[in-house]
């Protein structure tokens, strides 16, 4: 099975005072101590006092031995210079720290900002413990490559609307991909809840009717606080036909006739599919959407669901 299992997220994230929401490292007690010579050498280089965590930017991954997961992470966030390279090789290689990495990233891409160090927080631990409350049922997590906010997933190469996605597997098998993204001031956008096959999910009899609602209600469960918008299906048609086209008129230049014609099956499957996932995103069940709440990001629209709107969640 692809992606990563949640349980593999063991490392711990602690919240900190409002006070230092955006720069969470100055919480960090003993931080000059814990980087040793390092510090130090840097003030025999700069004939100056080392200036925490700014110049944190300056030093290699080993200087940080000595801090704990939740250091390195808050220490990360609050750079605003770009780090080490060998830092920032280390937030794309290693599982739990490039966790932490793209929900900072999805909240600028999504968002333009980095939101707060405690929402960064309420992500990492709703993501690591959401379940579908369901048995033969697995959740394992993947997201896009790099910075991307939509694109190939890094473990699956399923293609994500959103910047993360729990692929969800029936007794091993992957059935069913459920993308989203984080934008800042605790805004979470749902945006592709896509079964991996279009016919032969006898397994469907185990979710209630309504997969949109009862995925709602998850989110509303493992995040909550968290304002939810669904993504508009009409948008979503359009600017992936948009995309199919751009890439089909890219194929036909470099005269790649296997590739067109996939394309080509692509855009005519979505045409004859187009009022099903414009119907699907639409009908939010036991919920409702805030009156006039649609917003365009990225050029998708996106539709938020009314605050105080629930329906009892199947888990």
């Known amino acids: 099975m692809k992606g ?37 050498s840097l003030e025999r280089d700069f004939e100056r006092a080392f200036a925490f965590p700014d110049d944190c930017s300056r030093l290699p991954l080993e200087a940080f031995a000595g801090l704990s997961f939740d250091e390195l992470c808050k220490i990360y966030y609050s750079s605003i210079f770009m780090m080490d390279t060998s830092v920032d090789k280390f937030f794309e290689t290693s599982a739990q720290h490039e966790v932490v990495r793209k929900i900072k990233s999805s909240m600028w891409r ?9 929402g960064v927080v309420d992500v990492y631990n709703g993501i690591r413990a959401f379940s579908l409350g369901l048995p033969d049922f697995e959740i394992r997590l993947d997201y896009t490559t790099y910075f991307n906010e939509f694109g190939r997933g890094k473990y699956s190469r399923v293609y994500l609307d959103g910047v993360f996605a729990f692929l969800v597997y029936y007794k091993r098998r992957h059935v069913m991909t459920i993308s989203f993204s984080i934008m800042e001031k605790r805004q979470l956008l749902i945006q592709q809840v896509q079964l991996i096959n279009r016919t032969g999910n006898r397994w469907l009899y185990r979710f209630p009717r309504n997969r949109l609602e009862f995925v709602i209600g998850l989110f509303k469960k493992y995040f909550s606080g968290f304002g939810l918008w669904v993504i508009d299906g009409k948008s979503l048609v359009k600017k992936t036909l948009a995309d199919y086209r751009r890439g089909l008129r890219s194929a036909e230049r470099v005269r790649e006739p296997e590739e067109c014609r996939g394309i080509k099956e692509k855009i005519a499957h979505l045409e004859g599919d187009k009022r099903r996932l414009a119907s699907f995103y639409r009908n939010v069940g036991g919920y409702a959407f805030a009156f006039g709440a649609s917003r365009k990001i990225n050029g998708i629209m996106h539709r938020k669901i009314r605050s105080g709107s629930s329906v009892q969640c199947a888990v």
Do not use: M
Request: glycine share 14%; charged share 15%; net charge positive.
């Open 4 to 40: 990563l299992q949640l349980r593999s997220l063991s490392g711990e994230l602690h919240k900190v005072e409002p006070a230092y929401a955006s720069k969470p490292a100055h919480a960090i007690t003993g931080a000059k101590e814990k980087l040793g010579s390092w510090a130090q």
């Open 110 to 118: 999504w968002g333009c900002g980095t939101g707060t160090w405690n």
